[in-house]
C-alpha cells in the first residue's frame, strides 16, 4: 500500500485542491490544527495521534516543519471542518496510511504502521573483527509495509526497519515508535523523541537515548528510508 496524496509540488499558497482525501493523524504528539493555512497562525487544539480527519481542501504552501539545519519537512495545509474542530493541518502531521493503536504505558499511544506479518527468517554470516572471525546472526521479519532486521554482535546490537512505501515524515515520526522511550515526572508521562544532530549525504543523525548509541534515517538508493538504531547495554 503506498502513501497517497501527501506528495503534491510545493507552490504558490494561493492554490488548492478540492478532492478528499482521508488521512490519520502520524505525530505522536499530535497534529496541531491551526486558525489560518500558516504556521503562525493561532493554534487552536491538538489533535491525537491516529485521529481520522477527511480533508474539505488542500492548499499548497512553501512553510515547512523546522526540525533542524538541513532538515526540514515540506507539506501543504489540510483544511478540516466539524470533525476534531474546524481550522487547517500541515500535513507533515498525517498520512494515509491506517494505523493500529498500540496503548504501551498509562496513557501514551503509539501508531503501529507495519501491518500484518508475511515472513520470518534467520540469516547467519562469518565477519571478522580485529583479523578473528565471528558469527553474526540476523533475524528478519517482513511485515506488509516495514521489513525489520535484528543483528545481533554479542556485545551490542542492531535495529533497522525499512519502510516499503512511506515518505520522509511519516518515517520520522516512527523514530520514537519501535524502541520507545519514556519520561515520568510531575508534569505527566511522556514518550522521547531522539535530538536531530545533522544531516549527512543520505543520512540523518540523531542522539542516542539510554543505551542507544546511535540513531539515523536513512534514504537508500531505491529512494526508500529506513531507520536504523546501535543499542549496546
Request: charge should be negative; charged fraction near 25%; aromatic fraction near 10%.
Amino acid at each position: 500500500m503506498k502513501s497517497a496524496g501527501l506528495e503534491m509540488t510545493i507552490g504558490n499558497s494561493s492554490k488548492e485542491k478540492s478532492e478528499k482525501i482521508t488521512f490519520f493523524v502520524i505525530n505522536i504528539y499530535g497534529a496541531q490544527l491551526y486558525e489560518k493555512p500558516a504556521l503562525d497562525s493561532k493554534l487552536i487544539k491538538r489533535i491525537s495521534v491516529g485521529e481520522k480527519i477527511v480533508a474539505e481542501h488542500i492548499l499548497e504552501t512553501k512553510q515547512s516543519i523546522h526540525i533542524g539545519e538541513g532538515f526540514q519537512l515540506p507539506g501543504h495545509f489540510v483544511e478540516v471542518k466539524n470533525q476534531v474542530g474546524s481550522g487547517f493541518i500541515h500535513s507533515s502531521d498525517l498520512t494515509t496510511f491506517r494505523p493500529r493503536l498500540e496503548p504501551i504505558y498509562n496513557g501514551i499511544i503509539i501508531p503501529d504502521f507495519k501491518g500484518k506479518l508475511i515472513h520470518k527468517s534467520t540469516d547467519k554470516r562469518i565477519e571478522k573483527f580485529n583479523d578473528k572471525p565471528f558469527e553474526v546472526e540476523e533475524d528478519i521479519t517482513t511485515y506488509e509495509n516495514v521489513i525489520h532486521t535484528y543483528t545481533d554482535f554479542n556485545d551490542c546490537f542492531e535495529n533497522t526497519y525499512l519502510y516499503r512505501y512511506m515518505t520522509l515524515h511519516e518515517v520520522y515520526h516512527q523514530l520514537p515508535v519501535h524502541d520507545p522511550k519514556i519520561d515520568v515526572n510531575s508534569k505527566g508521562n511522556f514518550i522521547l523523541m531522539p535530538e536531530f544532530i545533522e544531516k549527512k549525504d543520505n543520512q540523518y543523525i540523531f542522539k542516542g537515548i539510554g543505551i542507544t548509541r546511535s540513531i539515523a534515517i536513512i534514504e537508500n538508493e531505491d529512494g526508500q528510508f529506513l531507520i536504523t538504531s546501535l543499542d549496546c547495554p
